[in-house]
């Protein structure tokens, strides 16, 4: 089920999800309940009153304690900016390295926007598309973050996403931003969403922050802006370059690869490192 903001959400709804949070229930367990996105649980008990160091603990379920992790994002599937063979490559650096998580931060499908192919214009179809041509490694799992896009996609049907979840391999984090626990670190995951207006509480601990959307790789002391898994978008200014991140943690310190991606092969790009501590 798709919200954009709490008041969407009958207030009996509301005091039966905070009195499912007191009794101690996980917020994967109560989304599950519900029908709603991790997310919109820790809005809304954000928006009940729930302070942050009660929501702390469960900021994020989902705690990796992988050496290292895939970061993507923009990938358009179904547009005439997606690229199958990139998704190959990308599943074949994995398996060859021995890394069992992809993140992707946002715009994973392009819904009914600009470029979108004429024949999965309908959601159903892109949805079933997509379904059917993901890569699938039973030793890999996708962690996805919506973008507007997606957005875009999963208004048009409440019960995609029910349709999605037939995947084992894809697990819903939510929609514009979340956060994951690495290694004991908090980082935060974005992809801009101008109409969902849910507000997760406000993690200070946060030590580095990814970001998708702009289809242009940058970096600072704070964020990394990935770069697309996809063609070059036409109407974006700036030099666009397909690939993904490679990103590890060990001993306090962040390392974050450039992985840039053609149709023959991946190549290695530059490395940042930075102490997390």
Known sequence: ????????????????????FERGISIGAIADYTGYLYNDILAILTY??????????????????????????DMHLGSVLANRH???????????????????????FNGSLKYTLKS???PQRQVD???DN???DENIQNYILFGNHDYNLLQKDEFLIEELNERPDFTFLGIKNTYINW?????RLVHDVKNYHMALPNCHYVKYRFFGHSHEYNQNSKAIWLPPLSNPC?????????????????NGVMEAQKMVVTNNNVSRGPILRKEIL
Not at 183 to 187: N, S
């Open 183 to 187: 290694r004991g670190f908090y980082f």
């Open 48 to 73: 009940r009153g729930k302070k942050i160091n009660e929501l702390e603990p469960y900021i994020s379920e989902y705690a990796f304690k992988d050496k290292k992790i895939i970061f993507a994002s």
């Open 134 to 136: 993901y890569p699938y």
């Open 234 to 250: 036409p109407n974006i200014a700036g030099k666009q370059q397909p690939g993904f991140m490679v990103i590890g943690v060990r």
């Open 120 to 122: 999965l214009k309908d």
């Open 129 to 131: 598309y997509v379904l």
């Open 1 to 20: 089920m798709v919200i954009t903001s709490v008041n969407q959400v009958d207030k009996e709804r509301q005091k039966e999800i905070v009195m499912l």
């Open 86 to 108: 990139y998704l190959d490559l990308l599943y074949e650096y994995a398996a060859k390295y021995n890394i069992h998580k992809i993140i992707i931060v946002g715009d994973f």
